[in-house]
């Protein structure tokens, strides 16, 4: 179908099966932000032991899901940095995605059980003593900080590194409403506070981790980045000198900082020799270059009925 016609042209930024993913810069602070959330996570399960507290019981339960997400982004960071092959030509590129939407899933199912948990200790409440519950809670707080420090600008730039420092910002407002409760609970004595956080715990969870399942989604359902505009990116590419239609216009993302567009542009049949061609790819990827965030472009040129005849083989 036009095989003559097709052409890809790419300029910038890594091509899709590279071990260029917008996570792989962020591999080793990864790797020490788990660290630290597994010592956080074996100084809460003590805390929650010898306190009887359900907030660092809560706190503890989360950082191990996070731990095991964490991990499970550092796997998907390995597997995205292995080359295409000829059966996945994009490579494993979209095991980032995929880290990112089973974190959603663990953080959706933790979230869920601290809130149950938290409802049963608010009408059944135990006693916590607040200052040990106090010391534990802010080890947890400069631990998850510095995690925190770490991940900022990766989780700007990749859904997978996103998910880890959900995760993790969703410990460290935990350890610091396992905090307050704890010096609620010595200055008052109202031993409900320990509940009272849990259900904050679990209520900050929930929405941010519908927010990232929302996306992780999007790019598996492949659609548009939401920083392109299709119509405006049509709009462009109609106003160049000698394009006189398009179609199959797609954009997608295969993972995070990898945008991908493919279309076919009815082009002036006059234009269509050898240097009218090259010129036009050229002020095509130009166009999206300077105007879009969309880097790694395919066109198909064709000329005027192209599209009819190609429709006919296709049946």
């Known amino acids: 179908m036009g095989a003559g016609h097709d052409h890809g042209h790419s300029h910038g930024g890594p091509p899709p099966g590279t071990s260029g993913t917008a996570a792989a810069a962020y591999k080793g602070r990864l790797r020490v932000a788990l660290g630290i959330t597994l010592t956080v996570l074996l100084t809460y399960v003590a805390g929650s032991v010898l306190t009887g507290s359900l907030a660092l019981f809560a706190e503890a339960g989360h950082m191990a899901t996070d731990a095991v997400g964490v991990s499970m982004a550092l796997l998907a960071i390995h597997f995205a940095g292995r080359p295409p092959s000829s ?73 997978n590194v996103r998910g880890a420092f959900l995760e993790v910002l969703s410990d460290a407002l935990g350890s610091l409403a396992v905090v307050i409760a704890a010096l609620v609970i010595m200055v008052t004595g109202w031993t409900r506070a320990d509940s009272v956080a849990s259900l904050v715990i679990g209520l900050m969870i929930v929405p941010r ?21 299709m119509d405006e990116v049509r ?12 179609h199959d216009l797609h954009v997608w993302t295969i993972t995070s900082g990898m945008p991908v567009l493919s279309a076919h542009v009815v082009v002036d049949p006059a234009r269509l020799d050898s240097a009218g061609h090259e010129k036009m790819l050229h002020d095509l990827q130009g166009c999206l270059g300077e105007h879009f965030a969309v880097e790694h472009c395919t066109f198909q040129l064709e000329p005027s009925g192209h599209a009819e005849h190609e429709a006919r083989l296709c049946h």
Request: aromatic share 4%.
């Open 235 to 246: 709009a462009h590419i109609m106003a160049l000198p000698g394009v006189e239609d398009l």
């Open 87 to 159: 059966r996945r030509t994009y490579g494993y590129a979209r095991a980032e995605i995929l880290a990112a939407l089973l974190n959603c899933l663990l953080l959706l199912g933790v979230g869920g059980f601290i809130l149950f948990e938290a409802v049963e200790r608010l009408a059944n409440p135990t006693d916590v003593p607040g200052g040990q519950a106090v010391v534990f809670g802010l080890v947890g707080v400069v631990a998850n900080g510095i995690s925190l420090a770490l991940l900022m600008r990766g989780q700007k730039e990749s859904l």
């Open 209 to 229: 981790t519908v927010k990232l399942l929302r996306e992780a989604l999007d790019v598996l359902l492949e659609a548009a980045p939401k920083d392109v505009d």
